[in-house]
Structure formats: C-alpha cells, structure tokens
C-alpha cells in the first residue's frame, strides 16, 4: 500500500530550497573555517532525504546535481584534487592554498583555494551520502506489502 503525505508533499517543496539555501550558507561561511563543506554537505544530504521521504528516492536522486549520487561525489574529488595543483604548479607542496581578492567596485571578494576544496568536500559528502540514505529509503519503497503481512506458519499463528 503507498499511502500520500499530503502535507509533507506540500512543504517538502519550498523546504527542500530552504535546507539546500541554508547549506550553500554553512559551506560559504565557514570556507575560512574548519568544516563548512563537510557539514554542508550533510545539510544538502538532508535536502535529498526529505524530498525522498515526499515524492519518492528516484524522484530525489533525479534532483540531485549531475542527476546522480556517485556523477556528483566523483565532481566532489574532481574539485577537490584540482584545489591542489595550483600550488603544485608553482613548486609548492600540493595542497598549499592560497588566496586572492576579486575586485567587484563596492566590496572585494575572497577566493581560495581552500574554498574550492571545501565545494569538492561538499559535493562529495552529498553525492555519497545522499545516495547511501536513498539507496535505504528505495528499500523500504520497494518491500512496504510485504514486510507489513506477516509470514504464514510461523510463530505465533494459531492455525
């Protein structure tokens, strides 16, 4: 039996923007801060889940940037490899970051390389994680009859 959430499909919509909004905030605020992709990643991951929960895991999964959970970690390491050669290239050890300031006439904005690492953590932590949890989520979508009835003859049956 597929039971609707009604209000959950109806919420599920403008929140997932709102999870996805509130980690694109966690990961660029704490780019000069251990852990902004990391832990933004595990709120997109949340993003996924609750669409998952509402509408379905492939429904999710076709959400998902590059439509796929491992496209979207493999672009995660791509990123995140590629934040090293920079220094690399220079002679420098890889993984030296270095930073610069772009001018936009009111502000300057600041770009790194450890930004760059930290999107590549972000979109790894999503792809893989979201795709272990809708991986789950699509098991219970596809056996929901048949772990609801009970196994005939077995203990417990007064028959």
Do not use: K
Request: glycine share 16%.
């Amino acid at each position: 039996m597929n039971r609707r959430l009604v209000i959950l499909e109806a919420v599920a919509g403008p929140l997932y923007w709102v999870i996805l909004a509130a980690s694109l905030w966690v990961l660029f605020r704490g780019h000069n801060e251990p852990g902004g992709g990391f832990i933004g990643g595990l709120v997109a991951v949340s993003a996924s889940v609750l669409w998952a929960v509402a509408r379905g895991s492939d429904a999710a999964a076709r959400r998902l940037p590059l439509r796929s959970p491992i496209r979207l970690a493999a672009a995660g390491v791509g990123v995140g490899t590629l934040s090293g050669l920079p220094a690399w290239w220079q002679g420098q050890p890889y993984l030296t970051h270095w930073w610069g300031e772009i001018p936009l006439g009111v502000t300057d904005l600041t770009v790194s390389t450890v930004l760059m690492f930290d999107i590549g953590v972000y979109l790894c932590v999503w792809g893989a994680l979201a795709g272990y949890a809708l991986a789950l989520l699509a098991l219970g979508e596809d056996g929901e009859g048949a772990a609801a009835e009970p196994a005939q003859g077995g203990r417990g049956d007064s028959t």
